[in-house]
């Protein structure tokens, strides 16, 4: 089994910042990349940023400059570090992680997480 685990939503003033974490555990071989979404009601989900194994980063337009996605790959873990942040960036955040959970296993599984609300208030 595999589980994403997210934590460090909350609510923060605009202008503020806060930091997500995502740690990814279990029966993991590989995960090549890792990724932040979100959804605000009665939108579709949308990605904020992802980051490959190599360190890569790519972002939506609306969040360059403001985030920052990294990854500590000894701990399956990613983060977004968002800051300046707008009454826009008001949604649930979820963590996602395409991963090969055996060498042995060529197969990429979709993993993710549970969802972290985080809401800015102006």
């Known amino acids: 089994q595999v589980q994403l685990v997210e934590s460090g939503g909350g609510l923060v003033q605009a202008g503020g910042s806060l930091r997500l974490s995502c740690a990814a555990s279990g029966s993991i071989f590989s995960i090549n990349v890792m990724g932040w979404y979100r959804q605000a009601p009665g939108k579709q989900r949308e990605l904020v940023a992802r980051?490959?194994?190599?360190?890569?980063?790519n972002y939506a337009d609306s969040v360059k400059g403001r985030f920052t996605i990294s990854r500590d790959n000894a701990k399956n873990t990613v983060y977004l570090q968002m800051n300046s942040l707008k009454p826009e960036d008001t949604a649930v955040y979820y963590c996602n992680a395409p991963l090969r959970r055996h060498y042995s296993d060529p197969r990429t599984y979709d993993y993710w997480g549970q969802g972290t609300q985080v809401t800015v208030s102006s």
């Open positions: 980051i490959t194994i190599d360190g890569s980063t």
